[in-house]
């Protein structure tokens, strides 16, 4: 949870706002402006995400409508939207997250190799279920993740789509994190899914450097290969999301759970951390520090008081 700027709204729609998602310097990155707002009853805590300033709000409306009528494992679910609202917002249900920036303050840097390969295989696996349906989510960057006890999510949904319609120049469009826009969707191309493979690349560079853009050098061992290849600028080079979450995916092993011949050993994490619906991602435990930092927004969360409206005087 973020205090509040001078300038961030107190009441969006039906919801008062208690706190932003995202830090100062996070939201020059994020295509959305993010807040954590209560229902006036107090029985609904959502995320609920207005345009930034300057954006187009006729596309970005578009975009959330689109994200509405979806129902994709991995995809964070809006569930409300007012278009003709000024400005236009949309919300999405809370469950303690972390976008993947505040993931890696908490964790005082770049998070674990296994973690991010586990992540990566995730990620992947969402979007091959997102790609084999026509889907193509448009909007990768590390804000766009959402990391929970039960697996990440995907946020921003069409963010390039929202940020320029198809054959304008979006490079340096506010809200686009550069490190992440593939190339030729900088240059105006229709975002495909190979798009997506790009910004996942980028993802991953970051959760394991601390930047999207890395040296080669810089990349863990086990993910340069695949990173590498993800941020190819010919994207008929890149791997299809379904051959990427296959190489990040730990090689079978004989005698692990599941395994022809092996005897099941039921544990804590077993179907936990994973997407719901995403078969194919093994579970992974998010490291201590996460998890505390968690602990500590819900609690937040759950203190947080509505503020409390004086009662109009009228003087006789």
Request: aromatic share 4%; hydrophobic share 40%; with cysteine.
């Amino acid at each position: 949870m973020e205090h509040l700027r001078h300038d961030d709204p107190t009441q969006i729609g039906p919801y008062t706002v208690l706190a932003a998602v995202d830090g100062l310097h996070e939201r020059r990155r994020t295509p959305d402006r993010r807040y954590l707002a209560r229902s006036a009853d107090g029985r609904r805590t959502v995320i609920v995400c207005v345009p930034r300033p300057g954006a187009d709000p006729a596309l970005w409306s578009a975009e959330t409508e689109s994200a509405r009528r979806l129902s994709l494992p991995g995809f964070a679910p809006v569930t409300e939207a007012d278009g003709s609202a000024t400005p236009p917002w949309c919300a999405i249900p809370y469950v303690p997250v972390l976008p993947l920036p505040a993931a890696l303050a908490a964790h005082g840097g770049p998070l674990p190799e296994a973690f991010v390969r586990a992540l990566g295989a995730a990620l992947a696996s969402v979007l091959a279920v997102a790609h084999a349906q026509g889907v193509t989510h448009a909007g990768l960057s590390p804000a766009a993740v959402l990391l929970g006890t039960d697996g990440p999510r995907l946020a921003c949904f069409g963010a390039v789509r929202a940020a320029g319609p198809d054959g304008a120049q979006r490079d340096g469009a506010p809200g686009l994190d550069p490190g992440c826009l593939p190339p030729e969707q900088a240059q105006g191309g229709l975002p495909r899914p190979l798009g997506d493979v790009y910004g996942l690349g980028a993802v991953l560079s970051y959760a394991s450097t601390g930047h999207t853009v890395p040296e080669r050098d810089e990349l863990p061992a086990s993910l340069r290969a695949p990173v590498t290849a993800c941020l190819s600028r010919d994207a008929a080079r890149r791997p299809s999301a379904a051959d990427l979450a296959a190489a990040l995916l730990p090689p079978t092993d004989p005698t692990a759970p599941g395994h022809a011949g092996a005897v099941p050993v039921p544990t804590v994490l077993d179907g936990a951390h994973r997407p719901a619906g995403t078969t194919g991602s093994p579970p992974f435990p998010l490291p201590a520090p996460l998890v505390a930092a968690l602990a500590r927004q819900s609690a937040g969360v759950l203190a947080a008081q509505l503020p409390v409206r004086r009662a109009e005087v009228r003087l006789p």
